[in-house]
T-cell receptor, first 114, second 113 residues
Framework: DTGVSQNPRHKITKRGQNVTFRCDPISEHNRLYWYRQTLGQGPEFLTYFQNEAQLEKSRLLSDRFSAERPKGSFSTLEIQRTEQGDSAMYLC????????????FGEGSWLTVV | DQQVKQNSPSLSVQEGRISILNCDYT??????FLWYKKYPAEGPTFLISISSIKDKNEDGRFTVFLNKSAKHLSLHIVPSQPGDSAVYFCAASEGGNNRKLIWGLGTSLAVNP
């Protein structure tokens, strides 16, 4: 499977705990995005990487959120001291100039904070 | 303020008929538009896109029409099939290296056998 891969697919955690999600983009894609989606809403942009450089962060990304893409390949999204409002699906997507402007999404990581 | 609007939260269509999903936008700087299909608890799946230099793009049963003057686009599915039942999202992006997507709230399509 050469699509965007995310894990874990589902995570249930207690309030206050830290969680980390991993995204493996399509191998030749140099651009990687994180989005968050809650029920009844469209995905909301969180952050964007071009290679290893994090070029943009949304205001939605509070200090408790951090994303990395250390070698320009996979990326991690960490949420510290989780709150119930963090419960959502976290989507990773990737693209490159080769694919034009089409952005391909992974299956998503569903977070439930109890 | 919602820059991309999908005013119909749901649509029900008979199998074999045409499904028309509509999307309006407010930002005239958007130059690329995409439609995604999404099942519950899964990531969005890319369907079809259109650049602002075109007014129509077709791929199999899916056709997207763009009316720049009205800031309106629509997705036509012909013929509709029960497997098309899902939530359809319209997304738009501006020029530039970022290419982040601005999304509508989605339209839930039900295709009845």
């Amino acid at each position: 499977d050469t699509g965007v891969s995310q894990n874990p697919r589902h995570k249930i955690t207690k309030r206050g705990q830290n969680v980390t999600f991993r995204c493996d983009p399509i191998s030749e894609h140099n651009r990687l995005y994180w989005y968050r989606q809650t029920l009844g809403q469209g995905p909301e942009f969180l952050t964007y990487f071009q290679n290893e450089a994090q070029l943009e962060k949304s205001r939605l990304l509070s200090d408790r959120f951090s994303a990395e893409r250390p070698k320009g390949s996979f990326s991690t999204l960490e949420i510290q001291r989780t709150e119930q409002g963090d419960s959502a699906m976290y989507l990773c997507a990737s693209t490159s100039r080769v694919t034009g402007n089409t952005i391909y999404f992974g299956e998503g990581s569903w977070l439930t904070v109890v | 303020d919602q820059q991309v609007k999908q005013n119909s939260p749901s649509l029900s269509v008979q199998e074999g008929r045409i499904s028309i999903l509509n999307c309006d936008y407010t930002n005239s700087m958007f130059d690329y538009f995409l439609w995604y299909k999404k099942y519950p608890a899964e990531g969005p799946t890319f369907l079809i896109s259109i650049s602002s230099i075109k007014d129509k793009n077709e791929d199999g049963r899916f056709t997207v029409f763009l009316n720049k003057s009205a800031k309106h686009l629509s997705l036509h599915i012909v013929p509709s099939q029960p497997g098309d039942s899902a939530v359809y999202f319209c997304a738009a992006s501006e020029g530039g290296n970022n290419r982040k997507l601005i999304w509508g709230l989605g339209t839930s399509l039900a295709v009845n056998p």
